[in-house]
T-cell receptor
Framework: QKEVEQDPGPLSVPEGAIVSLNCTYS??????FMWYRQYSRKGPELLMY????GNKEDGRFTAQVDKSSKYISLFIRDSQPSDSATYLC????????????FGKGTKLTVNP | ETGVTQSPTHLIKTRGQQVTLRCSSQ?????VSWYQQALGQGPQFIFQ???????GRGNFPPRFSGLQFPNYSSELNVNALELDDSALYLC???????????FGPGTRLTVT
């Protein structure tokens, strides 16, 4: 079993839709949870960074962490064609080398 | 504030050769991490440097080595290149201590 599981999609939605992206993980010691957006042939761009459980909102983006279920989500409201990218979840332990463990990424296309 | 930069952008090498990739960390950041991203996969942690010392290593063979310099820039060296080393190599910098990691644009290495 991989440490972080993420459905690679692809996911295709119409402009304005609410998008839900998810990851599950197996290591209950993970404490920091991140979502990165990666456009084709570019480096990942940090979208959301949360510590432990709970919700965090930033504009059209909401990140949720449920540590009891080992499940994290990213919601995108009013999706735009410019949101078309691959979304990567990542997580890490507290302390140590700060190694990020990534999911495989979900490829999202928002159609105008 | 200057972001993370990497050089070169693209590189083509022959199996068995050696390669050096370079990374300049974001201004003020003292920690650099290197990741390998194969096509269609999430980034995989190679190693991290904190204040010029290796601070954690992923499941990569010793022919992957690195350096961090007093100005916190870093190099990734790969010896005896193999075809499977073809990937996007990403550098991420942070302030350490649990802070966010910011990625550069990556170096795309092709081994023929």
């Amino acid at each position: 079993q991989k440490e972080v599981e993420q459905d690679p999609g692809p996911l295709s939605v119409p402009e304005g839709a609410i998008v839900s992206l998810n990851c599950t993980y197996s290591n209950s010691a993970f404490q920091y949870f991140m979502w990165y957006r990666q456009y084709s042939r570019k480096g990942p761009e940090l979208l959301m960074y949360t510590y432990s459980s709970g919700n965090k909102e930033d504009g059209r983006f909401t990140a949720q962490v449920d540590k009891s279920s080992k499940y994290i989500s990213l919601f995108i409201r009013d999706s735009q064609p410019s949101d078309s990218a691959t979304y990567l979840c990542a997580m890490r332990l507290q302390g140590g080398s700060e190694k990020l463990v990534f999911g495989k990424g979900t490829k999202l296309t928002v159609n105008p | 504030e200057t972001g993370v930069t990497q050089s070169p952008t693209h590189l083509i090498k022959t199996r068995g050769q050696q390669v050096t990739l370079r990374c300049s960390s974001q201004s003020g950041h003292n920690t650099v991490s290197w990741y390998q991203q194969a096509l269609g996969q999430g980034p995989q942690f190679i190693f991290q440097y904190y204040r010029e010392e290796e601070n954690g290593r992923g499941n990569f063979p010793p022919r992957f080595s690195g350096l961090q310099f007093p100005n916190y820039s870093s190099e990734l060296n790969v010896n005896a290149l193999e075809l499977d080393d073809s990937a996007l190599y990403l550098c991420a910098s942070s302030l350490g201590g649990g802070n966010e990691q910011y990625f550069g644009p990556g170096t795309r290495l092709t081994v023929t």
